[in-house]
């Protein structure tokens, strides 16, 4: 098996095609296991976020095509797609996953959540039964580098999310935002960090919408705001100078008609929307009418492009890192492919230890259960001793990835080649330990 990776990001693909792509979390189990059905693909996730949506997959020795896929999942046009598409294969599949969990391919550097939705992602794809070994050890290495990043560099310091850097794009409108009621549409993470930044901020008043009211009182109450009913959200925005909105609609909840009763009701006092939703919570269309203005996820780049800047030198620190952690789950995925012919080496002692037991069989004669045993054990000891330099001269070439030297040690003890197959293998250290052991003279030495 080998690793594939292919998808879209805010760094590729503009707002308008990653709205087309995107996965509800309802829809996400369903999407996962139409693309474990697909010839070739013999474990896989689905990554979805307002930047990005990734598939990775451990496909067989024939491919797979995860292009058509999307293609045919989405409807979207092949020649329409291919433009934004980037793909990676094995060693560059993992240090893309490994940079996507620890925020370095984020739009902001350092952002936490990014971490949370590989996990949720992950953890959709063991209840949709497409994960197996090659990946479970793949995400257990992604989470520990990102954990590695996270307390190791300074990446997390100051931290800062898309909620926050939307909040300071609304104070930097208003040089202040002390006196401006804000409406938040959503209370997700996205609306609790932003809620948090809000506060820091000086915002004047709060007001939370959300289709669960249960989830809007909770986050008013933590944050002082005040729940408005879903129903009347298009009632009362026009109460707010500023709306921030991160809902999981499939469509706009925000319409071009919507924007001009506002500003009739405002009397034409300007209103900004910054929609962090994908797909998008407000139409583009709103963006054209005088007093309102729009901003969407793709024009937060800008204002994020200043914080990447800011944490070059952290970001240089946290890469060196990934790039280690990189090379170690590569040496750790080398030794487990070599574990066959180290298992078909110790059969292959185990057979012969056996046949030259049963050869001598009749000049031991009949030994007592102590004999036997001591036999066993001493034919067994020198298992150790026969097998201890081949066996660590293939685990040698496998962690320094010499496929030339592990094709002449195969070679010459007629062993099968060490593969690229990930399925689950037996520690060979931990297997029964075998060798060829002449037997002339051991009764003799049995009986003293």
Known sequence: MSLALIGVN???APIELRERLAIGRDRLPEVTRALAGVPGVMECMIVSTCNRVEMLAAVDGSGADLAGFLHRQFGVEAAELAPHLYEHRDRQAVRHLFRVASSLDSMVVGEPQILGQVKDAFAVARECGTVSALLESLLQSAFAAAKRVRTETEIGSNSVSIASVAVDLARKIFGSLSGHTVFLVGAGKMSELAARSLVQQGAGKILVANRTQERAEDLAERFHGRVVPFERLQDTADQADIVITSTGAPHPIFLREHGQAFLHRRRNRPMIFIDIAVPRDVDPAMNRLEGIFVYDIDDLQAVAAA????????????ETLIAAEVERFQERQRTVNVAPAIVALQRQAEEIRQAELRRMQSRLGA???????????????LVNKFLHQPMHALKQAARENDPARLEVLCDAWSLPAATRETEPARDAETEPQTAHAETNGVRETVRR
Do not use: F, W, Y
């Open 10 to 12: 805010h760094k590729t």
């Open 307 to 318: 914080h990447l800047a800011e944490r070059g030198r952290v970001a240089q620190d946290a």
């Open 367 to 381: 030994l007592s259960p102590e004999q036997i045993a001591a036999v066993e054990a001493l034919t067994r000891g």
